[in-house]
């Protein structure tokens, strides 16, 4: 069983930068690939970055792709997004989500947190 929580969303203008962090419980937390997902008012979920459970292999969406950065530290428990650059539409509830599928994108998780919203102003 893996509980995750994130942390970090907030309001920022267009332009600016916000890091979000998921704290994840249990000891299994490493042998996961670990998923940023969002989902903006009225439109479907859509992944945005992934991390392999060694940190060594990241996908992202192309939408992100050279803004956004996916990290992890094993020893905390913590995956993070740093995101740079935020554009209104990366407005959005921002989940972290595990997977066991070994395969990035993942096609399906496991496990998933309670979100985090973030909204960017024009």
């Known amino acids: 069983q893996v509980q995750l929580v994130e942390s970090g969303g907030g309001l920022v203008q267009a332009g600016g930068s916000l890091r979000l962090s998921c704290a994840a419980s249990?000891?299994?937390?490493?042998?996961?690939?670990m998923g940023w997902v969002r989902q903006a008012p009225g439109k479907e979920r859509e992944f945005v970055a992934g991390i392999g459970w060694s940190g060594r292999i990241t996908s992202y969406a192309d939408s992100v792709k050279g803004r956004f950065t996916i990290s992890r530290d094993n020893a905390k428990n913590t995956v993070y997004l740093q995101m740079n650059s935020l554009k209104p539409e990366d407005t959005a509830v921002y989940y972290c989500?595990?997977?066991?599928?070994?395969?990035?994108?993942?096609?399906?998780?496991?496990?998933w947190g309670q979100g985090t919203q973030v909204t960017v102003s024009s």
């Open positions: 989500a595990a997977s066991s599928s070994r395969r990035l994108p993942p096609p399906e998780y496991d496990y």
């Open positions: 249990g000891r299994t937390f490493s042998s996961y690939d």
